[in-house]
């Protein structure tokens, strides 16, 4: 028995990286899967190949940072697939390193805009779907940068910690609804998102060679490692859980 089967997921910045193995995973567990990417190519790419593995899926451009989106996203979700049960806020930005020193206020409220206003605006607007089907899960990505600081990244450590202090108010308003809110702490992982960063420094090659050391298992974790956590959160396994951090960091924030 597949452990989703009968449920409906939205996903989001389903196109690339974590987004997508999410996708994959959750389909590959039965659930309808609404896929969505403010990249209208890759995330319908992405939605033809789990498609093309047996999923039932569909794919909605969305911006996480425009109300109106977020309305037609959880309406098309509705309309695809008769409810909502399970919201993934993942999409995501690292944004550039910027030396507080010398920080823009643009590029501070353009990180916030996507890494935090996304994730309120989800709750805001899937929320009362997944009340309306009787509850469900709300799977929040934040990072390992959401519980430790990083130089160079002060706009995206303030959203992502801010993500994992929602997530717990989220859960304890949520809980008499039968809504479980949790969020998920990845360590460095292989995507498009740390390869472009490290791509625009001359010291890319080394700087990929220390983070991986800084990870006691000696690698950046893996796309379908996070996409794994997430489809237990969004489990019934994972039925007592809510409020919690889920760290999938291959020992980073152990030392
Ligand atoms: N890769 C890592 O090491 C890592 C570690 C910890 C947390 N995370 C978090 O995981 C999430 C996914 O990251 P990833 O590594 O898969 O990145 P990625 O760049 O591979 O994918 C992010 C996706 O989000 C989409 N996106 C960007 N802005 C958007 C917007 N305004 N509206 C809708 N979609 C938008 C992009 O088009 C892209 O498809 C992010 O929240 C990121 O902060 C990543």
Redesign the pocket.
Known sequence: MERLTGKVALV?????????AAARRLAQDGAAVLL????AA??DETAQSVAAGGGRVAFCA????DSAAWVAAVARAVAEFGRLNILVN?????GGRHELLDHSLEAWRQIL???LD?VFLGLRHAGPQIAAAGGGSVIN?????GKVGLGGAAA?CAS?GAVTLLSKAAALEWAPLNIRVNSV??????????S?ALATREDGNEMRVALMAAHPLGR??L?RE?GDAIAFLASDESSFMTGAELVVDGGYTAQ
């Not at 993942?90 to 690292?94: E, K």
């Open positions: 989001t910045g389903a196109g690339s990286g974590i987004g997508a969505t990417d403010i990249d890759a995330g969305h911006d996480v940072t993942n999409a995501g930005i690292s805009a996507v890494n996304g990505i934040s990072s390992i940068l995206y992502k702490h990845p360590g460095f992982i292989d995507t498009p998102l740390v472009n950046f974790g796309p996070i």
